[in-house]
């Protein structure tokens, strides 16, 4: 067996200079998994790239202002681009990227930069494309499942049919929560074939911190609530703020950035609640834990997610949350120190159990307390034994 394993990560989920907290999650799983010792990594996070940036193709062309290489936490990341097709380009994807990284990844071998195993994040196209790449490599590969790749994309019939095909030759897989894994055996995948290792969160970081001076220094005055993420219709960043208007005496902070901040600035305007709803706009991760400390709630009213991060960032701070009861939503928010899941996905559901926690709010004590079961060891040892097991298995 070997004493340290070398991994490949290739994922498009990965922090850049010019996006420093996309795919954060993917970044912090491996930098607890590169703390353990018993695995070295690369990182291949390719970049979508499109000759042509006008507004009538959308944001095609995201690679100019990223690196094509970069150090992040000790941790050498490649850049690479490939190839996209606006609008037609979902079903050819997987074979774009392949034909694109492959020459990449044979570069590296033949400057001696081999490695024992691919680790991709995200089953499509990423997944896909990865097992192409195994294959043509003679590589063993293990594909993590993470939200979107399952619960949205492969309800379109190429995408499903790639994602069975890469799922029947992966040599193993994992899925943040449960609800993942069921939906990969739904799809045809053997259960014994999946393990479940949902993200952990980071309890040095996010931790309960002075109440009182980060309220002070974000000028809350009031009873807050908090609404973290992207700016997309997804996210029910609108939902939360169409309950606040049934919500008096309660302020709301939008941390996040995305192309709907218009529609949604102009929402609280609309309903008279502009002077009540701050938008922070992107917030580093590192400044996370003061805004969470200091409001009363964090709400997340996402209409998809596979393991919110956001909830455990939230309680380990101390904050209890409500959420959208989603897929893996369920598997975090488990008892009334964690917060309360709303009954349905709209303003009347989310401010009636916002009401609810608010009238009851647990001890923040406990609720760190509850975060505390979710460190990342876990995962961490579960990742090294399945790779362990696909390496001795080859």
């Known amino acids: 067996m070997l004493s340290v394993i070398k991994i490949l990560v290739l994922t498009t989920l990965f922090p850049n200079a010019r996006q420093p907290v996309h795919g954060v999650f993917v970044e912090n799983r491996l930098r607890h998994l590169l703390s353990s010792g018993q695995v070295t990594a690369r990182v291949m996070a390719p970049v979508p790239w499109f000759p042509f940036t006008a507004k009538i193709f959308g944001n095609y062309s995201i690679s100019p202002g990223i690196p094509r290489t970069e150090t992040r936490h000790g941790i050498e990341v490649a850049h690479p681009q490939f190839p996209t097709i606006p609008k037609i380009g979902m079903s050819v994807a997987p074979w774009l990227m392949y034909w694109a990284l492959k ?21 499509y196209p990423d997944g896909v494309a990865a097992v192409h790449l195994a294959r043509a490599l003679s590589k063993p590969i293990v594909i993590t499942a993470r939200g979107t790749d399952l619960n949205l994309i492969a309800d379109y019939a190429v995408p ?36 479940v290792l949902r993200n952990g969160v980071d309890l040095e970081k996010f931790r309960p911190m002075d109440r009182d001076a980060a309220r002070a220094e974000l000028g809350l005055r009031r ?17 939360v703020i169409r309950a606040l208007a049934t919500l008096p005496e309660t302020d709301l902070l939008i941390a996040g950035d995305g192309p709907d901040r218009d529609k949604l600035e102009h929402l609280a305007e609309s309903l008279g609640l502009a002077a009540r709803v701050r938008f922070l706009g992107q917030v580093a991760h590192d400044d996370l ?46 008892g009334p120190a964690a917060g309360i ?12 159990a916002i009401g609810e926690l608010l009238a009851g709010l647990p001890r923040r ?3 760190r307390a509850y975060a505390e079961q979710f460190s990342w060891d876990d995962t961490t040892q579960g990742q090294i034994d399945l790779f362990q097991r696909v390496l001795a298995h080859r």
């Open 223 to 239: 009873r807050t609530l908090l609404s973290v993420g992207y700016l997309i219709p997804r996210k029910g960043h609108d939902l």
């Open 103 to 123: 020459p990449h990844l044979l570069a590296e071998i033949r400057a001696g930069n081999d490695f024992d195993l691919i680790d991709a994040h995200y089953f």
């Open 289 to 334: 834990p003061r805004i969470y400390t200091a409001a009363d709630t964090m709400v997340l009213a996402s209409s998809r997610e596979g393991w919110a991060n956001v909830l455990l960032e939230s309680m380990a701070c101390g904050t209890p949350v409500v959420a959208t009861n989603v897929w893996g939503t369920a598997e975090a928010v488990t």
């Open 365 to 367: 004590a406990d609720t």
């Open 160 to 195: 499903r049919s790639q994602i069975r095909w890469a799922a029947a030759r992966a040599d193993g897989m994992i899925t943040v929560c449960q609800a993942l894994k069921d939906r990969l055996v739904a799809l045809g995948t053997a259960p014994d074939r999946v393990d």
């Open 341 to 352: 899941l709303a009954n349905e996905r709209s303003p009347e559901a989310l401010a009636a």
